[in-house]
């Protein structure tokens, strides 16, 4: 099963807000021992946000979806998503009662309208202020609040999902090789890929500047066993051609 985000926001794409997002929600996820396979970012516009969210449904994967579930004139998710699977939107009992229970007699037709889903959705609590969001086909709507999205996807992947926990043989290691330059150990690097094909290998350069040295992060990701011996392999190599480097926490 693969996990992606869709990220949505006229805001991150301006810049004038900064995604926090996606790092959260690859940290939630390895705190789990899942990994995320994608990420998507995307404007408020409706017409290409409903193309976005079909093409996601069709995925069959399950997507943390950020942002854009409250009733102002710019926030469309609800609305897109309902277009694009072809459903009707509705007030959803279960969000209406959470809605009532919050704002009591302050209760207006503009607050009941952020209970308004596409039909079939089943809510996701709100423990901020009882707001729900909603999830449609393994997709799961969440505001663009951190205070709030976070705490909603915990409670996703830990009552949804907590049979995927940690129930995969996988991990990453890598090295940090000083005064290294990839070019140099290219070699190296498809030999580590050639002797151990089920693993992936990575590198990631560093480049000497505001007063750092240059460096690479040099690691393998795949299987427990696999990795610990691909790794062993390259610190005996690296520090046989006289490298210094040391382990990446």
Same mark, same amino acid.
């Given at each position: 099963m693969a996990f992606g985000a869709l990220i949505i926001g006229d805001e991150i794409l301006s810049g004038r807000r900064q995604d926090r997002h996606l790092t959260q929600l690859i940290e939630l996820l390895s705190a789990r021992g899942l990994r995320l396979a994608w990420a998507r970012y995307a404007g408020?516009? /409706?017409?290409?946000?409903?193309?976005?969210?079909?093409?996601?449904?069709?995925t069959g994967d399950v997507?943390?979806?950020f942002g854009g579930i409250g009733a102002t004139p710019d926030d469309h998710t609800r609305q897109c998503a309902a277009a694009a699977l072809g459903r009707e939107l509705a007030l959803h009992p279960e969000a209406e009662r959470e809605i009532r229970a919050q704002f009591g007699a302050d209760t207006t037709e503009h607050r009941?309208?952020?209970?308004?889903? $596409?039909?079939?959705?089943?809510?996701? /609590? #709100? $423990?901020? #202020?009882?707001? $729900?969001g909603f999830s449609l086909q393994d997709h799961f709507f969440v505001p663009g609040f951190p205070v709030m999205a976070w705490p909603m996807v915990e409670w996703?992947?830990?009552? %949804?999902?907590?049979?995927? %926990? #940690?129930?995969?043989?996988?991990?990453?290691q890598a090295i940090v090789v000083w005064e290294a330059m990839e070019g140099r150990l290219v070699d190296l690097m498809e030999r580590i890929t050639a002797d151990f094909p089920a693993l992936t290998l990575f590198s990631l350069p560093s480049f000497a500047e505001a007063g750092r040295r240059r460096s690479l992060e040099l690691g393998v990701k795949g299987r427990r066993a696999d990795v610990a011996v691909a790794m062993d392999a390259i610190r005996m190599e690296i520090a046989r051609r006289g490298y210094e480097w040391q382990d990446k926490p």
């Open positions: 408020d516009e /409706p017409a290409r946000l409903t193309a976005t969210l079909r093409e996601t449904f069709a997507v943390f979806s009941l309208r952020m209970g308004v889903f $596409p039909r079939g959705s089943e809510i996701i /609590p #709100n $423990p901020y #202020n009882r707001i $729900p996703v992947l830990d009552g %949804h999902f907590a049979s995927l %926990h #940690n129930r995969d043989d996988y991990t990453e």
